[in-house]
């Protein structure tokens, strides 16, 4: 499985449930987020995709972003809580990583999808076989609520720019 298949296969789950989903998001000193969710309420979801063990440990190199979502800088951001997502989450194929692996500041969702053949009629009123793929998310481990600000005007219109960006591109 690749990283973009996770991608949409989370961000479709979550659009379906009224969010903003944004991909590979970067702005607003939150860093680089391979996806990012806006709930109703405007509360941030950061989801780190994981493929294979390697990437997992390799993420805890940067030291500084971990140190911001364990708490180690609050008090130096605390007025700037659009730096830090309300909730963070590690995102990967079943069962890659354990979650007594995963920090106590962050969660875990296993993402996944499954073929299969289905009938459908056509416009002849015959059976026709298609092949169809349904998503699965199994959360693991719930993420702890980092903090209880909200995103920002500004947070928006950058998150929401973003996706503009993205459509715009695809025309070109």
């Given at each position: 499985m690749?990283?973009?298949?996770?991608?949409?296969i989370i961000g479709q789950s979550f659009h379906d449930s009224q969010r903003i989903v944004a991909f590979n998001f970067e702005g607003n000193g939150l860093g680089e987020c391979d996806i990012i969710t806006l709930t109703n309420a405007n509360l941030i979801y950061e989801y780190e995709v994981k493929i294979s063990r390697s990437d997992f440990k390799a993420d805890f190199k940067k030291r500084f972003k971990h140190e911001k979502l364990s708490g180690k800088w609050i008090d130096k951001i605390k007025s700037n809580t659009f730096n830090i997502p309300n909730y963070f989450y590690f995102a990967c194929p079943k069962d890659l990583i354990k979650p007594e692996e995963v920090p106590e500041y962050a969660g875990l969702i296993y993402a996944w999808d499954k073929k299969y053949t289905a009938g459908v009629y056509d416009s002849s009123f015959n059976?026709?076989?298609?092949?169809?793929?349904?998503?699965?998310?199994?959360?693991?481990?719930?993420?702890?609520?980092?903090h209880n600000g909200k995103a920002t005007d500004k947070?928006?219109?950058?998150?929401?720019?973003?996706l503009s960006s993205i459509c715009v591109n695809k025309l070109t």
């Open positions: 690749k990283a973009k298949d996770l991608q949409r059976i026709k076989e298609v092949e169809k793929t349904q998503n699965y998310l199994k959360m693991v481990k719930i993420a702890p609520k980092l947070t928006i219109r950058l998150i929401l720019r973003r």
